[in-house]
């Protein structure tokens, strides 16, 4: 156990739903990220969020809706999505923006989109 | 831009043997590397970071190295066991000041040890 969790664990959902992924870690960390792992691409990084504020935005589309109401959880609302968006989403987190440690990453939820 | 390679895609092996991954990357100018284990359908396991400045970390069987001049990073598995089947990623954190934050991924070794 890395001290970050992911719920939930596997989503399908459809075009037109709504849904939001929870990313959650308990080791007192002040930077959060959201990454992406497609089938056959390397991992991605989508989201940067240091002390709650977005620091970095990889050219990610709007219908993926990041939110961070505090250094301990992160948030991914996800509307309108697209089959080509299915993939294990990855949660990820580390003592303080800047710094050479390590990034603790959560076990992921695995979306598919219908 | 920085790329990460990793060479083989997949590594297929008898138990107890020893085996090398390779990791290479377009720009020498990082703060480190960091060598993940994946398994599947789970999330990443960090095994070494390797800071700029160091040319080797290790930590039981695991032993990582770096070139950094040639853009180039190795983690060696001895003594090779099932439980270390899995895949192996690298991933690089850019030496600049904006995008520090993001590691830069290969797509992996998928590592499979054969009782």
């Known amino acids: 156990e890395t001290g970050v969790t992911q719920t939930p664990r596997h989503l399908v959902m459809g075009m037109t739903n709504k849904k939001s992924l929870k990313c959650e870690q308990h080791l007192g960390h002040n930077a959060m990220y959201w990454y992406k792992q497609s089938a056959k691409k390397p991992l991605e990084l989508m989201f940067v969020y240091n002390f709650k504020e977005q620091t970095e935005n990889n050219s990610v589309p709007s219908r993926f809706s990041p939110e961070c109401p505090n250094s301990s959880h992160l948030f991914l609302h996800l509307h309108t999505l697209q089959p080509e968006d299915s993939a294990l989403y990855l949660c990820a987190s580390s003592p303080n923006p800047g710094d050479f440690y390590e990034q603790y990453f959560g076990p992921g939820t695995r979306l598919t989109v219908t | 831009k920085q790329e990460v390679t990793q060479i083989p895609a997949a590594l297929s092996v008898p138990e107890g043997e020893n085996l090398v991954l390779n990791c290479s990357f377009t720009d020498s100018a990082i703060y480190n590397l960091q060598w993940f284990r994946q398994d599947p359908g789970k999330g990443l396991t960090s095994l070494l970071l390797?800071?700029?400045?160091?040319r080797e970390q290790t930590s039981g069987r695991l032993n990582a190295s770096l070139d950094k001049s040639s853009g180039r990073s190795t983690l060696y598995i001895a003594a090779s066991q099932p439980g270390d089947s899995a895949t192996y990623l690298c991933?690089?954190?850019?030496?600049?000041?904006?995008?520090?934050?993001?590691?830069?991924f290969g797509q992996g070794t998928r590592l499979t040890i054969n009782p």
């Open positions: 991933a690089v954190r850019p030496g600049i000041i904006q995008g520090a934050q993001k590691l830069v």
């Open positions: 390797i800071q700029s400045s160091q």
